[in-house]
């Protein structure tokens, strides 16, 4: 690594660090893990290597690993061989300990202070010329906050959520979706064998997409999205319905950020002060308990969590995150900076990341695809 620049260069104005050459650059993962993030790295390492000749180094930990200067491992061709099927991230990762608002400890007292000063020091003491953020809308963030302080950076989305506006789809997505459609197969069987109702609590804070898409591939009988709070009554309605038309089971897929009309979503452990995010948790137990109380039918309920974040990625996935991580790798090469690559289409494209935090993709209420469970029967709870 490079010696620590003086107080002097480390001052230099922005303008000419975003036209200096490119001969070091960092990868760093951030939040939940996600199938596809190995490929991203493998993406970036094998076209920074053959295609520039650039030294690769892989930042330990997410933004947690910037925050000292001695986090990192230099990545070479060999070190990513065959990490296009694994699950998971070589780099680690975190999802708290936010450096826009970093819980510090004095005298006992925690105060949150934004710590990114540090993270831009730590760059260049470590000479690296770019860094590439492979994350969420959260990491987004992060990554926008660094480049307008002057640090050279891309970005490439993930999420299982699938709720980054910018890009069509997040590689993650179709891995978590083929798992929950693999377990809502699997428990139609033994749902039917019981006269069971099976509800099946799926991942998505604000956005229903996992649930939406797992449900109708699995072919769910009820389906709660974030999107759209749910009336029990009519979930029970359905279910005595088909219960007189001689199906004595149900399959209730619902994310864990949906929530019933006029209350609320329901915590593991609610969010704590100072904008410390909760965990969700809960729905898919509160939704059995109400249905076997209104339908006297026996419930039971399968929390899928963190199974959906796990394994190795679908064929779709590692394709998707390799050209990500090769474009992200372009970017570079044109110094096209403060962008985050997206898909539109079938077409690798990029988007200014300040354009990619502004929303988060949701659910439409009324979209085709929710017409399209809602015209086979599927009950989605909507007070109408
Ligand atoms: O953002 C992805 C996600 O999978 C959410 O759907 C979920 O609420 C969250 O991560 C859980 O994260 P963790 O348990 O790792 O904090």
């Excluded at 995010?277 to 898919?284: F, S």
Aim: proline letters at 4%; aromatic letters at 6%; charged letters at 25%.
């Amino acid at each position: 690594m490079k010696k620590k620049p003086s107080a002097r260069s480390a001052r230099r104005p922005r303008s000419r660090a975003a036209s200096a050459p490119v001969k070091r650059i960092a990868i760093l993962t951030g939040g939940g893990d996600c199938p596809g993030l190995n490929a991203v790295i493998r993406g970036v390492v094998r076209a920074a290597i053959l295609e520039h000749g650039w030294e690769v180094y892989g930042i330990l930990d997410g933004y947690d690993g910037l925050l000292s200067t001695d986090r990192f491992r230099r990545l070479y061709s060999h070190d990513v061989r065959g990490l296009q099927m694994r699950g998971g991230t070589i780099l680690g990762t975190s999802n708290r300990g936010n450096p826009l608002h970093y819980p510090l400890e004095k005298k006992g007292k925690i105060r949150y202070a934004d710590v990114t000063g540090d993270i831009v020091r730590n760059l260049r003491a470590m000479g690296v010329d770019v860094l590439v953020a492979v994350g969420g809308d959260g990491t987004m963030k992060i990554t926008q906050a660094l480049f307008k302080k002057g640090v050279r950076v891309v970005g490439v989305p993930k999420t299982i959520d699938n709720d980054l506006d910018a890009t069509d789809v997040t590689f993650g997505f179709n891995s978590a979706v083929s798992t929950a459609t693999d377990a809502v197969d699997k428990l139609h069987t033994t749902a039917e064998s019981h006269h069971r109702i099976l509800v099946v609590e799926v991942m998505g804070r604000d956005s229903g997409w996992i649930a939406l898409e797992a449900g109708i591939a699995g072919g769910a009988d009820v389906i709660l999205i974030p999107e759209i709070p749910f009336a029990l009554d009519r979930i029970c309605a359905h279910i005595e319905e088909r219960k007189r038309r001689g199906s004595r089971f149900s399959i209730v897929v619902v994310a864990e950020g949906a929530y019933p009309a006029g209350g609320e979503k329901i915590y593991e452990k609610p969010p704590g002060a100072a904008g410390v995010p909760g965990r969700l948790g809960g729905v898919g137990k509160w939704t059995a308990d109400k249905i076997s109380l209104c339908t006297r039918l026996e419930t039971r309920v399968v929390v899928l969590g963190h199974l959906q974040r796990g394994g190795m990625p679908t064929t779709f996935d590692r394709i998707l995150a390799t050209r990500f991580g090769v474009e992200a790798v372009n970017l570079i090469a044109w110094k096209k900076f403060g962008y985050m690559v997206c898909l539109r289409g079938r077409s690798i494209e990029s988007v200014p990341i300040a354009r990619a935090i502004k929303q988060i993709k949701r659910v439409s209420p009324r979209g085709q695809l929710v017409r399209a469970a809602e015209a086979l029967g599927i009950e989605l709870g909507r007070v109408h």
